[in-house]
């Protein structure tokens, strides 16, 4: 996911002055279109800056589950049976909480999945198409080095063995 948005944010650099250029003749057209584009790249470039400065994370006192500043779901290493790469592919209209799972998902996939003990009560912000409380047994997320989160997992699941 990261390699694709920094390549959208490249991509859409070039393009503002060459729509700037195709288009300067027309104000009308030209400064919508250049509001537009540049709007674009800041938004993205906020995007970036949140999935870099928030990501997923494995602590002592568990794994952290993120959306960049819009919702973080700790999860305590009591309340975590397994953690294994498990890569899935949801439709996407698909919601985050379905069956008892919440997946935080990147383009529709999925590729770690972490078996909770017992079912535990999550909370996500109004922003997402259903939040409040909901009670989950399994979280799925992405990870970009789903081994090095494994790795990152491990010594604090076998210690709780």
Same mark, same amino acid.
């Given at each position: 996911?990261?390699?694709?948005?920094?390549?959208?944010?490249?991509?859409?650099?070039?393009?503002?002055?060459?729509?700037?250029?195709?288009?300067?003749?027309?104000?009308?057209?030209?400064?919508?279109?250049?509001?537009?584009?540049?709007?674009?790249?800041?938004?993205?470039?906020?995007?970036?800056?949140?999935?870099?400065?928030?990501?997923?994370?494995?602590?002592?006192?568990?794994?952290?589950?993120?959306?960049?500043?819009?919702? !973080?779901?700790? $999860?305590?290493?009591?309340?975590?049976?397994?953690? =294994? *790469?498990?890569?899935?592919?949801?439709? @996407? %209209?698909?919601?985050?909480?379905?069956?008892?799972?919440?997946?935080?998902?990147?383009?529709? !996939?999925?590729? $770690?999945?972490?078996?909770?003990?017992?079912?535990? =009560? *999550?909370?996500?912000?109004?922003?997402? @198409? %259903?939040?409040?409380?909901?009670?989950?047994?399994?979280?799925?997320?992405?990870?970009?080095?789903?081994?090095?989160?494994?790795?990152?997992?491990?010594?604090?699941?076998?210690?709780?063995?």
């Amino acid at each position: 996911m990261l390699t694709i948005l920094i390549v959208f944010i490249a991509l859409s650099a070039v393009e503002i002055p060459i729509v700037d250029l195709i288009v300067h003749r027309w104000p009308a057209v030209r400064i919508p279109l250049l509001i537009l584009g540049i709007w674009g790249v800041t938004w993205m470039i906020g995007l970036l800056c949140a999935m870099l400065m928030r990501p997923h994370t494995v602590g002592p006192e568990g794994v952290q589950v993120r959306s960049g500043l819009d919702s !973080e779901v700790p $999860i305590g290493w009591d309340e975590i049976a397994s953690v =294994a *790469i498990s890569r899935r592919v949801d439709e @996407p %209209k698909q919601r985050r909480i379905s069956d008892g799972e919440y997946a935080e998902r990147v383009q529709d !996939e999925t590729n $770690i999945e972490i078996e909770l003990e017992h079912p535990i =009560a *999550i909370r996500l912000p109004g922003v997402h @198409p %259903k939040g409040g409380v909901h009670t989950v047994d399994r979280v799925r997320l992405w990870a970009d080095d789903p081994r090095a989160f494994l790795a990152a997992a491990r010594p604090f699941l076998t210690a709780g063995s």
